[in-house]
């Protein structure tokens, strides 16, 4: 005859249940615990998405800023400019308006008193035309050369040379015509 144990199976079934209990219950708990842990995560991640919007809304803010401060520095370089250029227009009209004077006054410096005797200087864009009297060829030969050695002469050539009586006395009448320098 067969012996059935009634008592045995339900201590196993009992035991089977607790064990289910006991895996289910660890079921949820770590189902619970790795739910906070993704809500954690992704509470991190969306607080850094807004930290980051809100540095790049700063920064786009700050870069506006900066536009338009570099387009007044633009501005102010292109007025520099602008005001570099005049100044240099009023330095060049203030060379141009004392090289005349300091022209003849280098010619007249020039000029040796008791040879040579200057009749006519006129000025013409670049050119300088010099009319006068030598007492011969050699004084005016003398004077073209220091002509050409003065820093306001670029060149000087000699336009006509001829031997004319002025009150009893022979003399060289010339004509040159100079090449005025730009400094």
Same mark, same amino acid.
């Given at each position: 005859? /067969?012996?059935? +144990?009634?008592?045995?199976?339900?201590?196993? !079934?009992?035991?089977?249940? &607790? =064990?289910?209990?006991?895996?289910?219950?660890?079921?949820?708990?770590?189902?619970?615990?790795?739910?906070? #842990?993704?809500?954690?995560?992704?509470?991190?991640?969306?607080?850094? /998405?807004? +930290?980051?919007?809100?540095?790049?809304? &700063?920064?786009?803010?700050?870069?506006?800023?900066?536009?338009? $401060?570099?387009? !007044?520095? %633009? %501005?102010?370089?292109?007025?520099?400019?602008?005001?570099?250029?005049?100044?240099?227009?009023?330095?060049? #009209?203030? !060379?141009?308006? #004392?090289?005349?004077?300091?022209?003849? %006054?280098?010619? =007249?410096?020039?000029?040796?008193?008791?040879?040579?005797? #200057? &009749?006519?200087?006129?000025?013409?864009?670049? *050119?300088?035309?010099?009319?006068? $009297?030598?007492?011969? +060829?050699?004084?005016?030969?003398?004077?073209?050369?220091?002509? !050409?050695?003065?820093?306001?002469?670029?060149?000087?050539?000699? /336009?006509?040379?001829?031997? $004319? %009586?002025?009150?009893?006395?022979?003399? *060289? *009448?010339?004509?040159?015509?100079? $090449?005025?320098?730009?400094?």
């Amino acid at each position: 005859m /067969i012996k059935i +144990n009634l008592l045995y199976r339900s201590v196993e !079934e009992k035991e089977k249940k &607790t =064990n289910i209990a006991r895996q289910m219950v660890i079921f949820v708990i770590a189902s619970v615990v790795f739910a906070l #842990l993704l809500a954690s995560v992704q509470l991190y991640v969306v607080q850094a /998405i807004m +930290n980051l919007e809100s540095e790049i809304k &700063t920064k786009e803010e700050r870069l506006v800023v900066l536009k338009k $401060v570099i387009g !007044e520095i %633009d %501005d102010i370089k292109a007025e520099k400019k602008i005001l570099e250029k005049k100044l240099a227009v009023i330095r060049r #009209l203030e !060379e141009d308006r #004392l090289f005349p004077i300091r022209l003849l %006054d280098e010619v =007249n410096a020039l000029v040796p008193a008791k040879d040579v005797r #200057l &009749t006519k200087v006129s000025e013409q864009g670049p *050119q300088l035309s010099i009319e006068g $009297v030598g007492r011969d +060829n050699i004084a005016v030969a003398l004077f073209m050369k220091s002509l !050409e050695l003065s820093k306001y002469i670029q060149s000087v050539d000699l /336009i006509s040379s001829k031997q $004319v %009586d002025l009150s009893g006395i022979k003399v *060289q *009448q010339f004509s040159l015509s100079c $090449v005025k320098k730009r400094s």
